[in-house]
């Protein structure tokens, strides 16, 4: 049983013919009659019968059917209406971004965005950057759409009453720079405790990667002589560089300067943990379409960019459809 055969159900006991039903469904007479041949088979009754030369009337089964058949496509259909109406809604879509996602995939994401939907006002909300604060931005509708990072699971649970959503998006490694000329560069692998002999260097405060990175050492029993805060990953580099402290990044951050030997990623025992980066979105303010479409996009762009990460963006099949348009002529 399908909508198609209720809709023709519902005409055809309307105008009480095959053919009328037929002309105003935009169909022919065989495909109505086929329908409902299909419809009688699986209900195993007659919905209508013959009058001789007078037509068609329902059946005593048809006029039971009838109402029930009538308040399901009025459901669907006001259903339906609700979903255009949320759709159609949105006018404006802010976003807000932790790096390396800043840097590295928002660009091209928002670029996307303009693309597709022209008529859509797109706002990046630039902020100090700490994941805990973007995340209290989309929690209280200040944002409508970020990506924040943090430990495995943080953002998945906790959030009591509030009707967010959280997808993980990648993993990326947390990896420990040195110069090449460093002696621990000269190590297969680097034993933890070695690490309590030198200077570390480390973002900000506040920064999910400080607070991962002070909580492995704290964990490993590590107490390097000296920690250096520099909220500035350019600085980092340099510093690491030219120095010969030691300095704690993602690894997405320093990809290049490893590629090309500048600097180089210390292999611990045990290694440092993974940072993962989350898509965060209220469940009921944005059209599932939209989301759907933003995470292809995504995914897409990591396979271009071959980036040096695991990506575990899922796209569940309830995500919605894939067209999706902004209202025509939306205004701020």
């Known amino acids: 049983m399908d909508v198609e055969q209720l809709q023709s159900f519902l005409e055809i006991a309307r105008v009480l013919s095959f053919r009328q039903a037929a002309e105003h469904l935009h169909i022919t007479q065989s495909t109505i009659s086929s329908r409902i041949h299909k419809l009688e088979e699986e209900l195993g009754l007659p919905l209508f019968v013959r009058r001789g030369n007078r037509g068609i009337q329902l059946s005593p089964y048809g006029e039971q059917f009838l109402p029930y058949v009538r308040e399901c496509l009025e459901t669907l259909q006001a259903g339906l209406d609700q979903l255009a109406g949320l759709t159609n809604s949105l006018r404006r879509l802010s976003i807000s971004s932790a790096n390396p996602f800043a840097n590295l995939i928002l660009p091209r994401l928002v670029a996307r965005l303009y693309r597709a939907f022209p008529e859509l006002e797109v706002e990046v909300i630039r902020t100090t950057g700490l994941s805990d604060k973007i995340f209290a931005m989309v929690a209280e509708h200040a944002v409508d759409l970020a990506f924040v990072n943090g430990a495995p699971d943080q953002y998945q649970h906790g959030l009591g009453g509030r009707d967010l959503e959280v997808c993980p998006v990648y993993a990326d490694d947390l990896v420990v720079l040195a110069n090449p000329q460093h002696p621990l560069a000269q190590m297969p692998v680097v034993p933890i405790s070695h690490l309590n002999r030198e200077t570390v260097i480390l973002m900000g405060e506040g920064t999910s990667v400080t607070k991962l ?120």
């Open 213 to 332: 990175g002070r909580r492995y050492l704290e964990r490993q029993g590590v107490k390097p002589v000296r920690t250096i805060e520099i909220n500035h990953i350019a600085a980092m580099k340099e510093t690491v560089e030219t120095e010969g402290f030691l300095g704690l990044l993602p690894r997405l951050t320093v990809f290049p300067e490893l590629a090309s030997r500048e600097l180089v990623a210390l292999t611990l025992a045990p290694p440092p943990p993974a940072l993962y980066t989350y898509l965060v979105y209220q469940r009921h303010r944005l059209p599932r379409p939209l989301v759907r479409q933003v995470k292809e996009w995504i995914v897409d762009i990591f396979a271009q960019a071959q980036l040096p990460c695991r990506l575990l963006l899922a796209i569940a099949a309830d995500d919605g459809a894939r067209d999706w348009a902004p209202e025509v002529g939306a205004g701020a």
